[in-house]
């Protein structure tokens, strides 16, 4: 459920991208593309991410042909209540497809995200800008009127699933803020790179070896109450937690 729920989230923030944005540190990108047919407003860029908190270590999200091909790379230690959990992996997120590739091993699974058809079924036509800014909302999401700067780019506050989230004008993530009880997860970006999408090889999956997982069959409306009931569960949490 819960990576349904980051699946619909990193969708709507995509989206809230605006159409102009600022100026590129690089090639100037140019749009054939209908605003709709885009989930952000950069054809490419690379974000590097360190982890703080209760995870630590470090993520990279890697984006070409708009947001269309994505991929996220991970290496970080979960520590809770006493244990640790690496977690070593490798997304590719291909359209609807989500390809995930498990280090050191090199296992490839493969998951159908279920929202996908409905939100870009939704986007067409629409102002990706307020459509972004809508979805976000649709799922529990405020924007706050707080501004932050991270890796040399701006982006503005928004509180989605119990935590703080903010987003630049083009749609990027720059920083995620998660706590629950003696919980604390910090997302934040050290790195920002317009117009470069990664080396070839990120994209490169054994698609014919993956085992293919079904995921959950869910539409937008089964993920707007799950959200709604996640942030109820959220605010119970914190309220048990020691000082909350």
């Given at each position: 459920?819960?990576r349904?729920?980051?699946?619909?989230?990193?969708?709507?923030?995509?989206?809230?991208?605006?159409?102009?944005?600022?100026?590129?540190?690089?090639?100037?990108?140019?749009?054939?593309?209908?605003?709709?047919?885009?989930?952000?407003?950069?054809?490419?860029?690379?974000?590097?991410y360190?982890?703080?908190?209760?995870?630590?270590?470090?993520?990279?999200?890697?984006?070409?042909d708009?947001?269309?091909?994505?991929?996220?790379?991970?290496?970080?230690?979960?520590?809770?209540?006493?244990?640790?959990?690496?977690?070593?992996?490798?997304?590719?997120?291909?359209?609807?497809?989500?390809?995930?590739?498990?280090?050191?091993d090199?296992?490839?699974?493969?998951?159908?995200?279920?929202?996908?058809?409905?939100?870009?079924?939704?986007?067409?036509?629409?102002?990706?800008?307020?459509?972004?800014?809508?979805?976000?909302r649709?799922?529990?999401?405020?924007?706050?009127?707080?501004?932050?700067?991270?890796?040399?780019?701006?982006?503005t506050?928004?509180?989605?699933?119990?935590?703080?989230?903010?987003?630049?004008?083009?749609?990027?993530?720059?920083?995620?803020?998660?706590?629950?009880?003696g919980?604390?997860?910090?997302?934040?970006?050290?790195?920002?790179?317009?117009?470069?999408?990664?080396?070839?090889?990120?994209?490169?999956?054994?698609?014919?070896?993956?085992?293919?997982?079904e995921?959950?069959n869910?539409?937008?409306?089964?993920?707007?109450?799950?959200?709604?009931?996640?942030?109820?569960?959220?605010?119970?949490?914190?309220?048990?937690?020691?000082?909350?």
């Amino acid at each position: 459920m819960r990576r349904v729920l980051l699946l619909a989230a990193s969708l709507a923030c995509a989206a809230c991208s605006s159409e102009q944005g600022e100026a590129r540190g690089g090639v100037e990108a140019v749009s054939s593309a209908a605003p709709s047919d885009r989930f952000y407003d950069r054809q490419a860029f690379t974000i590097r991410y360190k982890l703080e908190g209760t995870q630590t270590g470090t993520r990279a999200e890697y984006v070409r042909d708009w947001g269309k091909l994505r991929v996220l790379e991970e290496d970080s230690v979960l520590r809770v209540m006493g244990t640790e959990q690496a977690v070593r992996n490798r997304q590719l997120i291909e359209g609807s497809q989500i390809y995930t590739v498990r280090l050191p091993d090199n296992t490839v699974t493969v998951m159908e995200n279920p929202l996908y058809q409905e939100l870009t079924a939704e986007m067409q036509g629409q102002d990706p800008v307020e459509f972004g800014r809508a979805m976000m909302r649709r799922m529990g999401g405020t924007e706050t009127g707080e501004t932050g700067r991270f890796a040399g780019h701006d982006c503005t506050y928004w509180t989605i699933l119990g935590g703080r989230t903010c987003i630049t004008p083009w749609g990027g993530t720059l920083y995620v803020e998660n706590q629950v009880g003696g919980i604390r997860i910090v997302q934040e970006a050290t790195e920002v790179r317009l117009g470069d999408g990664g080396p070839d090889s990120l994209f490169q999956v054994d698609k014919a070896s993956a085992q293919r997982i079904e995921g959950p069959n869910m539409s937008m409306q089964d993920v707007e109450a799950a959200a709604k009931a996640g942030e109820e569960a959220m605010r119970q949490l914190q309220q048990m937690a020691p000082g909350g």
